[in-house]
């Protein structure tokens, strides 16, 4: 669910269209033009953060995903600082669940390169050949 707002009908366009790029370089102009702190601001950010969110939806990198999420939720906080809305804050809750599942995948895949990556070049606490 999109708020409809004058001012962001070409990134609501977009949206709708599933041009997801597109529509987050509408909201992010909108976002840093503006004054700030109105209730239109409230509903940009709103559609700033579900864009966030459906764009890490279609991210195949965790650490992408983990990104566009973590821009989701700061968007979204935004949001409810300048307005208490129940569905902003049940998006937050819900892609903060999903941004902390994606945190504890990510830290796994880290870890399991860093130990590919000694066993393939061992400890390091062999002595190297010297070099001429």
């Known amino acids: 669910v999109i708020h409809k707002s004058v001012s962001g009908y070409f990134g609501d366009v977009s949206y709708t269209r599933n041009e ?32 966030f ?16 999420w973590t821009e989701s939720v ?4 935004k949001s409810l600082s300048i307005r208490t809305y129940q569905m902003t804050e049940e998006n937050l809750a819900f892609v903060k669940e999903k941004l902390s599942k ?6 796994k895949e880290e870890e399991e390169k860093k130990k590919q990556d000694e066993q393939k070049t061992g400890s390091g606490s062999e002595k190297q050949p ?3």
């Open 74 to 77: 700061g968007s979204y906080t």
């Open 130 to 132: 010297d070099q001429k």
């Open 20 to 51: 997801l790029t597109e529509a987050e370089k509408q909201y992010n102009t909108l976002v840093n033009t503006n004054s700030g702190g109105t209730l239109q601001d409230a509903d940009i950010l709103y559609n700033l953060g579900n864009t």
């Open 102 to 107: 994606e945190q504890e995948k990510q830290k």
């Open 53 to 68: 969110y459906r764009l890490g939806e279609q991210e195949k990198e965790t650490p992408k995903k983990v990104q566009l």
